[in-house]
């Protein structure tokens, strides 16, 4: 069994191994100024990562709002004190991915997140 101070050093190496910056998203809503409410989007926080293709079936699509839509799937990997939740998104420059999954296990040294980049 590992100490607190092992896994806090581990959770350390880990991070050391995550060279790029991403921003976490979530949804609120907000008044359209009709009466009604639109989604928006709220940075979280700004953290750094590790993304790389998940090497899953590529080419996928989407039919979403009447356009269809290409879906690339990605691992991003984040510090194990990263807030970020299924519906959320990552964005890496100029590209956006939406969570689909977030990985926790006992003794985790980061979140692994699968992810789909939106072309």
Known sequence: MLTTKELTDIQ???VLAMPDTVTIQKPTEADDGLG???????TDSTTVARIS???MA???????AGSIRALSPWVITVPVDTAVEVGWRIVWGTREFGVKEVVSRSYQSSIRVYAEERA
Request: aromatic share 4%; proline share 5%.
């Open 12 to 14: 350390s190496d880990a």
């Open 58 to 64: 590529r080419g996928q699509m989407n039919i979403e």
């Open 36 to 42: 009604g409410r639109s989604e928006t989007w709220s």
């Open 53 to 55: 293709p998940s090497g």
